[in-house]
């Protein structure tokens, strides 16, 4: 579902009172979400529950306490990338690499999407840079054509769930990993 469009339907059909509810069933903090109104509150929800991967439980608690809402995803909704295009994590990492990290990943061949995570998945590629796909906006490029990101140390892939480590050895791994 569109995030703007679930917080615009929360700040609609929840008053302040059973915005906290809200957080309270779904063990939010609501004193921890930033801003100063409803609007807001709302929409910092919204924002958490999607860095968390908590969205789905959003919903369902939104649907649980406003079922005649039409909480159904929009149609607008992306598909996940084709199965046939997802990596594989069957591969075992590569002697001497990245320091481990929990939840990283290798991503050991180029051009190839690999997830889900939470329904995210990640792709480097072979031109240079790396793609999230966003269940809620599509692909993401972070293009890098002159291969000029840092090695041998971990950079977060900005406004994704992603962390990313592109080893400075002649071989070259590159890894990621899910951190929301």
Same mark, same amino acid.
Not at 56 to 70: G, M, N, T, Y
Not at 78 to 97: H, I, L, R, Y
Not at 149 to 178: C, E, K, M, T
């Given at each position: 579902?569109?995030?703007?469009?679930?917080?615009?339907?929360?700040?609609? +059909?929840?008053?302040?009172?059973?915005?906290?509810?809200?957080? *309270?069933?779904?063990?939010?903090?609501?004193?921890?979400?930033?801003?100063?109104?409803?609007?807001?509150?709302?929409?910092?929800?919204?924002?958490?529950?999607?860095?968390?991967?908590?969205?789905?439980?959003?919903? %369902?608690?939104?649907?649980?306490?406003?079922?005649?809402?039409?909480?159904?995803? %929009?149609?607008?909704?992306?598909?996940?990338?084709?199965?046939?295009?997802?990596?594989?994590? %069957?591969?075992?990492?590569?002697?001497?690499?990245?320091?481990?990290?929990?939840?990283? *990943?290798?991503?050991?061949?180029?051009?190839?999407?690999?997830?889900?995570?939470?329904?995210?998945?990640?792709?480097?590629?072979?031109?240079?840079? *790396?793609?999230?796909?966003?269940?809620?906006?599509?692909?993401?490029? *972070?293009?890098?054509? +002159?291969?000029?990101?840092?090695?041998?140390?971990?950079?977060?892939?900005?406004?994704?769930? /992603?962390?990313?480590?592109?080893?400075?050895?002649? %071989?070259?791994?590159? /890894?990621?990993?899910?951190?929301?």
């Amino acid at each position: 579902m569109d995030l703007v469009k679930l917080s615009d339907l929360v700040d609609e +059909y929840f008053n302040i009172s059973e915005l906290q509810d809200l957080c *309270f069933q779904l063990q939010i903090d609501y004193e921890s979400l930033s801003g100063n109104n409803r609007r807001d509150k709302t929409r910092e929800l919204t924002m958490h529950c999607h860095r968390h991967g908590r969205i789905d439980d959003l919903i %369902a608690k939104c649907r649980e306490l406003r079922p005649h809402v039409d909480w159904e995803p %929009a149609e607008e909704e992306f598909d996940a990338p084709p199965v046939e295009q997802t990596g594989s994590f %069957a591969s075992p990492f590569p002697q001497n690499a990245a320091p481990r990290v929990p939840g990283m *990943f290798w991503m050991n061949y180029p051009d190839n999407w690999y997830g889900p995570f939470y329904g995210y998945y990640i792709m480097w590629l072979s031109v240079g840079g *790396f793609q999230v796909w966003d269940p809620y906006r599509g692909v993401i490029p *972070f293009p890098d054509p +002159y291969r000029q990101i840092a090695r041998n140390a971990w950079l977060r892939l900005p406004n994704s769930p /992603f962390n990313i480590y592109v080893d400075g050895s002649p %071989a070259g791994h590159v /890894f990621g990993q899910y951190s929301p």
